[in-house]
Every structure is written in structure tokens, then in C-alpha cells.
């Protein structure tokens, strides 16, 4: 389950982590390109990597070419559909601080995209989602079967692509494969008796969306033969940057209806979905018996026999309680400690973007 559905296009992207519950705003002016790079002396780096967003673009249609129709219908049904090509972006940024945007560049932000689409069809099979991007899941469309099996083709040629860029690369992405998976898993089975829910959840986030990021950031890296010693700075980052945004994504889930979004208020709530204002509030069930009635009342079995009117005001009521606001203190200290592991980059256009790139992922509220 992949909850991140990035707020803004990318400058060159079409248009387009919990299933695609949510659909991104249209409503903002600006791309998340030039939100990023607002000033003269950022437009070089600006243009490289909108130049870089069109070259995978033609890439990702190229290395969904199965020459088989069933496969290159389904593989290129989620790309059709959109995306926010946001792990590129971080590719193509930290690239800034090697050789720049390279073919092989490229090369690795393609197999990123890949993976993330690949875990989208499993993870749509896994949720029992009907949506995604705004479009009917591929396994509502076809099969569990199909679904899966284009994953699996999805994986298989991502690893190709990388298996050009050398051991170094083919290692970080098995190591980031096994991550997604061991965190898929851990939030099938569920924390252990002696786990904390609350650290359990978080390390479900750092491994099935902060580690991919991380990656996306530590391959523009690599691959740019930028200094070594940059490496552990980006990936940190970018695993605190993903479970920040994913804690927001749990505010936003209980955010009003909205026409705009076309999202209804607490549908992960209403799914049984377990979200981190949902763990506060069994936390602190145990010695407020007012969390505890609240969290009775939010009880699945419960929700689906309550009036719609009445669940809507029960999610509004746990928007308006306290487990809310220190979620989104959690999602800020994730987002701090994020910044904070870019000290030993040079002050640049890179840092100061990538000090962007955290606010603005924290600070959106669709």
C-alpha cells in the first residue's frame, strides 16, 4: 500500500503509499519544478532536470514495449494514467552535485519509475483498491492474475535497466526492493505483542515509501559519480522526507469532502486502515476515557452500520482532537531531521532546493 500521491506535476510529466484514495489538486499554478527553483540563479539546474523529466518520459514508454498485447495494455494502463514522477526529480536533482543529468542518469531514474509503478499494482491487489490515479485499479479492470504479473514485468525490466549501471546500483535496488517488500509485510502481519504500534507503523513507512525515495535520491548520486561522501546525506533524507509526507497524508485523509479532490472525509478511517491519529488515540485510550469512547465509535463494525451523516461527523471530531495536531508535529520533526541530514552538502542550489522540497511536501494540504 503506497500512499503518496505528490500534490504537484513535474514540469514535463503528464498529469496524474494508501491506493490513489485521494486524487492530486489541478488547482495549483505552479509546477513543482518551479516551485522549487523560484530564483535566476536556479534555472540552470531547473532546466536539467525538466529536461531530464521529458527524456524519461520517452523512456518509460520505451521500456514498456513487451511486444506482447495483453502485457503492453496492462503495463502501460497505470503509466497512461499519469504521475507525479517525483523519485525522478530527486534523481535528477542530487545529480546537480556530480556530473549532472547523464544518459545514465536517466538510465536509473527510468528503473526507479518503474519499481514505484510495479509496487502500485501490488499494492492495489494487496488494499483491494478500485481506484487508482483516477482510474479503476488494473486488477478490477483484469485480474488479480494480471495485475500481479505486470508487476512482476514491471520489476524485471527495472532490473535490466540497472544491471547496465553496474553492481553498485543492481545492489541498492535489491536492497531497496527487499525493504519494500519486508515493509509490505510487516503491515500484513502487523506489530508483534512486545512492538510498539506507534514505531512499528513508522518503520512500515520508512520501508515501503521512504526507502524508494531514499534510493531515487542516493542513485542521482551514484550514478553522476558525484563525491561518495554525499550518499548517506540524500538517501537519510530522503527516507525522513517520505515517512513525513505519509504522516501527512493521514491529516489530509480526514480533511473535509472536497469537490475539488473528489476525496471523501476519512476514507482510510472508513476502510479499517489503520493511520497514526488512529494509534495515538489507542495510545491514549487507555487512561482518557474519552479517546477510548472515540475510538469505540471509530470501530469499523461500528462505522459501517452508522448513518453517513453520522460517520462524517466522527471523523470530524477526530480531525478536531489532539492525536491530529501531534501528528502533524510528528510529520514537521520528520521533516526537520530530514533537513537536518543535508549539513554535509555544499550550500548550493541542490541543498537549498532540497530544503524546498521538504516544506513543500509537508506544508500541502491535498
Given at each position: 500500500?503506497?500512499?503518496?500521491?505528490?500534490?504537484?506535476?513535474?514540469?514535463?510529466?503528464?498529469?496524474?503509499?494508501?491506493?490513489?484514495?485521494?486524487?492530486?489538486?489541478?488547482?495549483?499554478?505552479?509546477?513543482?519544478?518551479?516551485?522549487?527553483?523560484?530564483?535566476?540563479?536556479?534555472?540552470?539546474?531547473?532546466?536539467?532536470v525538466e529536461d531530464g523529466i521529458v527524456l524519461l518520459e520517452e523512456r518509460l514508454v520505451a521500456e514498456t514495449v513487451f511486444h506482447d498485447g495483453m502485457a503492453e495494455?496492462?503495463?502501460?494502463?497505470?503509466?497512461?494514467?499519469?504521475g507525479k514522477r517525483v523519485r525522478p526529480l530527486l534523481a535528477f536533482l542530487t545529480a546537480q552535485l556530480g556530473e549532472g543529468v547523464t544518459d545514465d542518469v536517466v538510465?536509473?531514474?527510468?528503473?526507479?519509475?518503474?519499481?514505484?509503478?510495479?509496487?502500485?499494482?501490488?499494492?492495489?491487489?494487496?488494499?483491494?483498491?478500485?481506484?487508482?490515479?483516477?482510474?479503476?485499479?488494473?486488477?478490477?479492470?483484469?485480474?488479480?492474475?494480471?495485475?500481479?504479473?505486470?508487476?512482476?514485468?514491471?520489476?524485471?525490466?527495472?532490473?535490466?535497466?540497472?544491471?547496465?549501471?553496474?553492481?553498485?546500483?543492481?545492489?541498492?535496488?535489491?536492497?531497496?526492493?527487499?525493504?519494500?517488500?519486508?515493509?509490505?509485510?510487516?503491515?500484513?502481519?502487523?506489530?508483534?505483542?512486545?512492538?510498539?504500534?506507534?514505531?512499528?507503523?513508522?518503520?512500515?513507512?520508512?520501508?515501503?515509501?521512504?526507502?524508494?525515495?531514499?534510493?531515487?535520491?542516493?542513485?542521482?548520486?551514484?550514478?553522476?559519480?558525484?563525491?561518495?561522501?554525499?550518499?548517506?546525506?540524500?538517501?537519510?533524507?530522503?527516507?525522513?522526507?517520505?515517512?513525513?509526507?505519509?504522516l501527512v497524508d493521514d491529516v489530509i485523509d480526514l480533511a473535509p469532502a472536497s469537490d475539488a479532490t473528489g476525496k471523501t472525509a476519512g476514507t482510510d478511517i472508513r476502510?479499517?486502515?489503520?493511520?497514526?491519529?488512529?494509534?495515538?488515540?489507542?495510545?491514549?485510550?487507555?487512561?482518557?476515557?474519552?479517546?477510548?469512547?472515540?475510538?469505540?465509535?471509530?470501530?469499523?463494525?461500528?462505522?459501517?452500520?452508522?448513518?453517513?451523516?453520522?460517520?462524517?461527523?466522527?471523523?470530524?471530531?477526530?480531525?478536531?482532537?489532539?492525536?491530529?495536531?501531534?501528528?502533524?508535529?510528528?510529520?514537521?520533526?520528520?521533516?526537520?531531521?530530514?533537513?537536518?541530514?543535508?549539513?554535509?552538502?555544499?550550500?548550493?542550489?541542490?541543498?537549498?532546493?532540497?530544503?524546498?522540497?521538504?516544506?513543500?511536501?509537508?506544508?500541502?494540504?491535498?
Open positions: 500500500m503506497n500512499k503518496a500521491n505528490w500534490p504537484l506535476t513535474t514540469a514535463g510529466a503528464s498529469s496524474s503509499t494508501k491506493s490513489a484514495r485521494r486524487t492530486p489538486s489541478s488547482s495549483s499554478p505552479f509546477t513543482l519544478a518551479e516551485r522549487l527553483f523560484s530564483t535566476g540563479d536556479d534555472r540552470r539546474a531547473a532546466k536539467a495494455v496492462s503495463a502501460r494502463y497505470l503509466l497512461d494514467a499519469g538510465t536509473a531514474a527510468t528503473s526507479i519509475e518503474l519499481i514505484h509503478l510495479a509496487s502500485l499494482y501490488h499494492d492495489d491487489v494487496m488494499d483491494e483498491a478500485e481506484q487508482r490515479r483516477g482510474v479503476p485499479t488494473a486488477h478490477t479492470v483484469w485480474s488479480n492474475s494480471i495485475a500481479i504479473l505486470t508487476g512482476d514485468l514491471l520489476f524485471a525490466r527495472a532490473s535490466k535497466l540497472l544491471s547496465i549501471l553496474g553492481e553498485r546500483a543492481i545492489r541498492l535496488q535489491a536492497d531497496t526492493f527487499e525493504r519494500l517488500c519486508l515493509g509490505q509485510l510487516h503491515e500484513t502481519v502487523g506489530p508483534r505483542d512486545t512492538e510498539d504500534p506507534i514505531v512499528h507503523y513508522l518503520q512500515v513507512l520508512a520501508d515501503k515509501t521512504g526507502s524508494l525515495i531514499a534510493a531515487s535520491a542516493q542513485l542521482g548520486i551514484l550514478v553522476s559519480r558525484a563525491p561518495h561522501e554525499y550518499e548517506q546525506p540524500v538517501f537519510d533524507f530522503g527516507e525522513k522526507i517520505g515517512i513525513a509526507f505519509q476502510a479499517g486502515v489503520v493511520t497514526l491519529p488512529l494509534l495515538y488515540l489507542r495510545r491514549d485510550a487507555a487512561t482518557d476515557p474519552r479517546a477510548a469512547d472515540l475510538l469505540r465509535r471509530l470501530d469499523p463494525a461500528t462505522i459501517a452500520v452508522t448513518p453517513a451523516a453520522e460517520v462524517d461527523a466522527l471523523i470530524a471530531e477526530l480531525r478536531a482532537h489532539p492525536v491530529t495536531a501531534e501528528t502533524v508535529a510528528e510529520s514537521r520533526r520528520f521533516a526537520a531531521d530530514a533537513v537536518a541530514a543535508l549539513d554535509p552538502l555544499p550550500e548550493g542550489t541542490v541543498k537549498k532546493t532540497l530544503v524546498r522540497f521538504a516544506a513543500t511536501m509537508v506544508e500541502r494540504s491535498n
